[in-house]
């Protein structure tokens, strides 16, 4: 299966838990920058748990109204002026020059038609408005505590198994680093980015999260022949270990703006 392979299990609820509480004050520091308010349109594209959509509700007010998508939206609630929609940002239509702001988090990483995906959200942007990319370079994801250094050693196995497996998958694991170019190669002008990692102690949101995921892929981490049983078993004990301490995964938010004078409909074909 290519793209989204965190999908469909029953940890995905906590999964999402833990992925928000470990990003949305990123995320929610940066809408404040661009300035998000009273009266925009706004889309999250795969809004998995809402938190972002939910944030974007109440900072746009009754005047605003966000659309939130996702391919499993199940995790998502309408309410207010936040309508939710299922939607595949690969291959469904949206409307073109709508809206204010186009938010994904996550999404684009694992989607290898990601560069189509996006000229369409830049496509769904009034002139004037801004994208927000909120990605992860996934190479980075370093040991910075451990009090058994074959602890360490392990989960860096476990970290090459688990960027395999999302390559196999389609996904650029680079791609919060590639993100830059691709916004301007679409013509975004005003374009930023700021990168940053937090560090993840054992039992924390982070390493939870790291944990969930080597449940979810246990079958195709073991598949890549880089990690064993036993390897996953040292690596879910150590992420519970608060003694062991991993960076984030580099953590960048990229953001531009369609030109003021560019016509709704013409970015990006
Ligand atoms: C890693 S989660 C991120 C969720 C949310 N953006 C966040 O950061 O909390 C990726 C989300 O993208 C959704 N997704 C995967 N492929 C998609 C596609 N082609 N179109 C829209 N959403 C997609 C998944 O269902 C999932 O909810």
Known sequence: MNGYVFGA?????EQREAMQRCLDP???AR???L??????????????GGSVADRLGEKVGETGSVLVTDTAPDG????GNVEVRQHDIVTDELPEGEFDLVHARLVLLHLPERRRALARMVRALKPGGWLLLGEFDCTWLRVLATTDPAAGVVFARFHRALCAVLEQAGADVEWGVHAYQAVQDLGLVEIGSHAGAQPWPGGGDGARWLEINSRQLEDRLLGTGLVT???LDG???????????????LTISTWGRRPLDDTPGRAAR
């Open 9 to 13: 299990t029953d940890l995905v609820d």
């Open 26 to 28: 990123i995320t929610f």
């Open 31 to 33: 809408l404040e920058s």
């Open 35 to 48: 300035g998000v308010g009273q009266g925009w349109r706004c889309l999250d594209v795969g809004g998995g």
């Open 76 to 79: 998502l609630r309408s309410r």
């Open 229 to 231: 049983a036993g390897d």
């Open 235 to 249: 690596v879910r004990a150590s992420l519970s270990d608060p003694a062991f301490v991993v960076s984030s995964y």
